[in-house]
């Protein structure tokens, strides 16, 4: 049972254009979301988060979108540049609850230079 | 600024056989995870744990088991290693208590082959 998707296992996009990263959730309890990025050959790094009393929440290029009733997130990068290519997984977790985070199967994401 | 560190980076194990991952954080950090990754399978969580003494079972426990005796260490024991456990381990950390605005930080993993 997957809690938390990530439909596209990869993306392909041109740089200085948008890339757009999806994300869906099965658990309504999940109330707190983050997005980590990871390289090959090293462990997932941070990148940014929302809770879900926000709808939006920007991060220099990067901006997340919740979308509480559909039960969807996505990563906003803009513009892309050729670092930005790696996996990126989301996760969520509930915050007042266990402190599990649960997270997606990641998409790679390529930026094309 | 160690963080979370991870060893060995790299191990080849034959089936049957028994190893331990090690994994300690220096960040007086009271919740720690044992993930694994497989290939198109996202990061799954193996154990948890929200302080010394107690640990609990996250979504594929089944092979392993966990020990928690001080805040800074964290280690995974295989027991009886299979094929099916070949994959990379990951070892993070997180705050308590912060709620939103909490995060949580990731060792470099380790390679596992069972062969």
């Known amino acids: 049972d997957q809690q938390v998707k990530q439909n596209s296992p990869s993306l392909s996009v041109q740089e200085g254009r948008i890339s757009i990263l999806n994300c869906d959730y099965t658990?309504?309890?999940?109330?707190?979301f983050l997005w980590y990025k990871k390289y090959p050959a090293e462990g997932p790094t941070f990148l940014i988060s929302?809770?879900?009393?926000?709808d939006k929440n920007e991060d220099g290029r990067f901006t997340v979108f919740l979308n509480k009733s559909a039960k969807h997130l996505s990563l906003h990068i803009v513009p892309s540049q050729p670092g930005d290519s790696a996996v990126y997984f989301c996760?969520?977790?509930?915050?007042?609850?266990?402190?599990?985070?649960?997270f997606g199967t990641g998409t790679r994401l390529k930026v094309l230079a | 600024n160690a963080g979370v560190t991870q060893t060995p980076k790299f191990r080849i194990l034959k089936i049957g056989q028994s190893m331990t991952l090690q994994c300690a954080q220096d960040?007086?950090?009271?919740?720690m995870y044992w993930y694994r990754q497989d290939p198109g399978m996202g990061l799954k969580l193996i154990y948890y744990?929200?302080?010394?003494?107690?640990?609990d079972k996250g979504e594929v426990p089944n092979g392993y088991n966990v020990s928690r005796s001080t805040t800074e260490d964290f280690p995974l024991r295989l027991e009886l290693a299979a094929p099916s456990q070949t994959s990379v381990y990951f070892c993070?950390?997180?705050?308590?208590?912060?709620?939103?605005?909490?995060?949580?930080?990731f060792g470099e993993g380790s390679w596992l082959t069972v062969v």
């Open positions: 658990n309504s309890m999940f109330d707190y």
């Open positions: 960040m007086n950090h009271n919740y």
């Open positions: 929302i809770s879900s009393i926000k």
């Open positions: 744990s929200v302080g010394a003494g107690i640990t």
């Open positions: 993070a950390s997180s705050p308590p208590g912060q709620g939103y605005g909490n995060t949580i930080y």
């Open positions: 996760a969520a977790t509930v915050p007042s609850g266990t402190y599990k985070y649960i």
